[in-house]
């Protein structure tokens, strides 16, 4: 099984671009065309622009507090195949996981936020002893590719308990 949330990031930033020029015309026709006339709904320029601004600011760094990432997901061959990379305004470091099926130990979910923002530790066999993967977030997936995730990981090892 092979796929990525590449829809989901595209529509996201799509919607980050959207926010921007909506955000940048209220100002642009607020302060410097003028023509935008208050009180509107019974509250000040500033007022409209606090609410807008605040509305703006959460919008767009949510997606970065909740660590949303683009994430190419492969079980095809024989390794298990991550590939992701922080998805928000600012763009992340690429990375990679390949872990061999048969090196594959488990994996451990992580919940923070009341669920909001999941993250997948992935674990290995290695002559040493297990290796433990650096949190790869998956709150940027939709609830059933989550589910083709761990039901893919859950058929290679068990889910590693919490410690």
Request: glycine share 6%; proline share 3%; aromatic share 14%.
């Amino acid at each position: 099984m092979t796929f990525d949330n590449s829809k989901t990031i595209i529509s996201l930033r799509i919607k980050l671009f959207i926010a921007t020029v909506i955000f940048l015309a209220f100002i642009i026709l607020t302060y410097m065309a003028e023509k935008i006339k208050y009180p509107l709904l019974g509250m000040s320029d500033t007022a409209w622009t606090v609410i807008l601004a605040v509305c703006y600011v959460v919008f767009v760094f949510l997606p970065m507090y909740l660590n949303y990432q683009y994430i190419y997901f492969s079980d095809d061959g024989n390794n298990i195949v991550f590939r992701y990379f922080n998805a928000g305004i600012l763009g992340g470091k690429k990375n990679s996981v390949e872990i061999g099926k048969k090196a594959f130990s488990g994996y451990k979910l992580e919940k923070k936020l009341f669920g909001l923002s999941q993250s997948i530790i992935l674990y290995t066999q290695l002559r040493q002893g297990v290796a433990k993967y650096p949190p790869i977030h998956i709150s940027a997936l939709k609830k059933e590719e989550r589910n083709k995730i761990l039901r893919v990981l859950n058929a290679y090892a068990p889910r590693i308990k919490d410690e």
